[in-house]
């Protein structure tokens, strides 16, 4: 996992997939769960990508490091992904880069 204290740029943070809809609805989900990006074929994704996920800072805070996704299965726009590993809760709405 990308360590916690390696920053991140808010610029990339701007272009990153965003977490849009979490299996069986919650809001809050943790290692194991399953996600869905708003990323696909288009954007260069393939099953077995892995990305860090991150926390949009407020005002000028630094990036969060959450934790991890492993990419399961992509459509042209869209992605399937799992929770494979995290340091903090994430949320939908939280952004993830590819590594």
Same mark, same amino acid.
């Given at each position: 996992m990308r360590p916690a204290t390696e920053p991140v740029s808010r610029d990339s943070l701007e272009g990153a997939a965003t977490i849009v809809h979490a299996r069986d609805g919650v *809001?809050? /989900?943790?290692q194991d769960h399953v #996600?869905?990006? %708003?990323? $696909?074929?288009? %954007?260069?994704l393939v099953p077995g990508d892995i990305m860090t996920v991150f926390r949009v800072p407020v005002g000028d805070a630094p990036a969060v490091v959450l $934790?991890?996704?492993?990419?399961?299965? /992509?459509?042209?726009e869209t992605s399937v992904a799992k929770i #494979?590993?995290?340091? *903090?809760p994430i949320y939908v709405g939280d952004v993830a880069l590819l590594e």
């Open positions: *809001h809050t /989900v943790a #996600v869905f990006i %708003d990323r $696909g074929e288009e %954007d260069n $934790g991890e996704i492993a990419i399961l299965s /992509v459509r042209s #494979v590993s995290t340091r *903090h």
